[in-house]
């Protein structure tokens, strides 16, 4: 039985010691694979593993650190976000491992209820984090005291400092982003051609963000149907928007880890190998064998 994921997002990416500490309280029950920090963004990204039960414990502990440590009250960042711990979610390796994703989700989210912070519950695509994150903190609150949405475990407000958490279980995604020289216009508007909701490729939310320490700006993607919208496509698309726009691609970058299958169709395209599929991946073979 392989182990569960989960991709928790916080909102700290420039306090090396309280990322570290995050990190450390993770990997007191599960394995960390990788840790994505941004300070442009202000959030950090950690990839984590492990089985059912302890990945769940390591997740209440990196929560109550983030908590203990970031204060919403005087953050700062260009990524939306609604929470100290803003959104966490619990992936399976292999598809039929769902509902036991689903079950450690709903573990998660009534533990830390119990901690005193309000839970949301969301489903992609009709309540992805998205839904939530609307209009940012205080359109939350406002939701909230109009009684137009109701945490799903814990208190009925935000909790003054931490936010609230959005926990949920969803299928492997890629996080990804492309940084442009170019107008935060640029950015936004290929943002909006390229996004689902848009008109765009099928499962890509994205949004146009400006990074002022890195002197760019960005188109900051899920892509949450990778075999419907393949990373090569959308780079070359962006490329060419922003060609129309006097922008041009400064580089791309992955916000944790991908799956195998994503790496595999792209370099199968650039490489031009006719009839290349997962089948042809030799580790990914492996993996499938009884």
């Not at 983030?66 to 609604?82: S, V």
């Not at 726009?245 to 006719?274: F, K, T």
Request: aromatic share 4%; proline share 7%; net charge negative.
């Amino acid at each position: 039985m392989l182990p569960l994921e989960s991709v928790p997002n916080f909102s700290e990416g420039r306090d090396r010691a309280t990322i570290d500490a995050i990190g450390e309280a993770l990997s007191s029950h599960a394995r960390v694979l990788d840790v994505h920090a941004d300070a442009d963004h202000n959030r950090s990204v950690f990839t984590v593993v492990g089985e059912d039960g302890p990945l769940v414990e390591a997740l209440v502990a990196g929560v109550e650190v983030a908590r203990e440590r970031i204060d919403l009250r005087r953050h700062e960042g260009a990524h939306p976000r609604i929470g100290a711990a803003d959104v966490v979610p619990l992936v399976p390796v292999r598809p039929g491992d769902m509902e036991r994703a689903r079950r450690a989700a709903l573990a998660l989210a009534e533990r830390l209820g119990a901690l005193g912070l309000p839970v949301f519950l969301y489903a992609p695509p009709e309540r992805g984090p998205a839904f939530y994150r609307r209009g940012g903190l205080a359109e939350l609150a406002r939701r909230l005291d109009a009684g137009e949405l109701a945490p799903d475990f814990g208190p009925a407000r935000l909790d003054p400092a931490a936010g609230g958490v959005i926990v949920g279980s969803r299928r492997p995604l890629v996080a990804f982003n492309v940084n442009l020289r170019g107008a935060p216009e640029a950015a936004r508007e290929i943002a909006a051609l390229v996004r689902e909701s848009g008109g765009g490729l099928p499962g890509v939310r994205a949004l146009g963000l400006e990074l002022p320490r890195a002197g760019l700006v960005q188109v900051s993607m899920n892509v949450e149907d990778w075999e419907a919208a393949a990373l090569h496509e959308l780079v070359e698309r962006i490329a060419e928007e922003a060609e129309l726009r006097g922008a041009e691609v400064a580089g791309s970058e992955l916000v944790g880890l991908m799956p195998a299958g994503a790496a595999a169709a792209a370099a199968g395209a650039v490489l031009r190998i006719d009839g290349f599929d997962v089948s042809h991946v030799l580790e990914l073979r492996l993996l499938d064998e009884p």
